[in-house]
């Protein structure tokens, strides 16, 4: 190999790129083996209505997880999930609920364009409720050079505190079956909608990321922001939408939950914000920036809740699943550091 060839090969090697090409077949090979392992233990985890049962719980966390990975990719971390998942999903069934009480319709007997038109007000309400508090928590932190991680706590605290406020503490029942089949609805009569909601999204995130302009700035701004400013990207607006877009979509998944429960409820989404740092760290994200990839992160959220399902299908007690994902976070987090200070040395020693 002459010596062209072998500074062509060291320049792929250590790009940002190969690096998230090498954590994703880590990750899923984990997830194969651990898949292996609980199917051996428990025969009953290796089937198809299982499987389903997985991808659906998994669905509205990793949506919000990629989000979190295009935020987190930037060196950044949103604690407000949580909050924006109650608040947008009760001012949803809110909306729904004046409308159709000022209709003086049996929301049971909606239909048609009305019908339709009430269910897209309602859902929009929510979904603004995501865009501006991601629109607070980014310039917050921009502009005013705040940690997001103290913005972020500070939101959470203020959102949930409104959901408890709009209702004081009650729920909110819905009782339009329109709005209930967005959390309800098997497609093809199998696959839940979640995942259908899951996929498309993933398909929009992973093209945005990978085959735009903002996608590339997202990476030069992980990977050096001061050069990326240099070059005349605006890192600010960037690092603001990417908390838009986070919380748009910490909003529907408020949304579609509440859709599923069939009411509005104002303690959803506890621990939303940690799972979904949780999917995008097991799926080679990396806190330090430039690092991480979509595809991971899915992997990342359906890990954690291959866990979940085997320990509950072995009759593990519940309390013990808080632990395993621990566990597995902090290996996870100490490979990420191990990897970054070995990539740190050996930029050290050219």
Same mark, same amino acid.
């Given at each position: ?62 949506? !919000?997880? *990629? ?30 609920? $004046? ?35 991601? +629109? +607070?928590?980014?310039? +917050?932190?921009?502009?005013?050079? !705040?940690?997001?991680? !103290? ?54 995130? *992973? ?10 700035? !997202? ?23 990417? *908390? ?59 890990? $954690? ?46």
């Amino acid at each position: 190999m002459n010596k062209t060839a072998k500074e062509r090969l060291l320049r792929i090697t250590d790009s940002s790129n190969w690096a998230s090409f090498k954590n994703l077949w880590g990750v899923l090979c984990a997830l194969i083996v651990m898949c292996l392992i609980v199917a051996i233990i428990e025969p009953k985890f290796a089937t198809m209505g299982n499987t389903l049962i997985i991808l659906r719980n998994a669905s509205v966390n990793a949506m !919000i997880a *990629f989000g979190m990975t295009f935020v987190i990719l930037m060196g950044g971390i949103d604690l407000s999930v949580p909050g924006v998942m109650a608040s947008a999903g009760m001012i949803s069934t809110g909306v729904l609920q $004046l409308l159709t009480g000022k209709s003086n319709l049996d929301p049971g007997n909606l239909g048609g364009v009305h019908a339709a038109g009430i269910i897209f007000v309602a859902i929009m309400a929510g979904l603004l409720v995501g865009l501006a508090v991601g +629109f +607070f928590n980014g310039f +917050f932190s921009t502009k005013f050079k !705040i940690a997001p991680f !103290i913005v972020t706590l500070g939101t959470n605290y203020i959102t949930g505190g409104v959901a408890l406020l709009l209702t004081k503490g009650s729920v909110i029942a819905v009782r339009t079956p329109q709005f209930i089949l967005m959390g309800t609805t098997l497609a093809g009569g199998v696959v839940p909608v979640q995942i259908v909601y899951l996929l498309i999204i993933f398909l929009v995130m *992973f093209v945005i990321l990978n085959n735009t302009k903002y996608g590339r700035r !997202i990476f030069a701004i992980g990977g050096n922001e001061q050069a990326a400013r240099y070059s005349g990207i605006s890192a600010d607006r960037i690092k603001i939408s990417s *908390f838009m877009i986070l919380g748009v979509l910490a909003a529907f998944g408020g949304i579609i939950t509440c859709a599923r429960l069939q009411s509005g409820q104002p303690k959803i989404g506890t621990n939303a914000e940690l799972d979904a740092i949780a999917a995008a760290i097991l799926g080679g994200t990396s806190f330090t920036g430039g690092i991480g990839t979509l595809t991971g992160t899915l992997i990342g959220a359906i890990m $954690l809740y291959v866990i979940q399902n085997g320990l509950n299908l072995m009759a593990v007690s519940q309390y013990w699943q808080p632990v395993a994902k621990g566990a597995v976070i902090l290996i996870a987090v100490y490979v990420d550091v191990l990897k970054y200070t070995r990539r740190r040395k050996k930029r050290q020693t050219r």
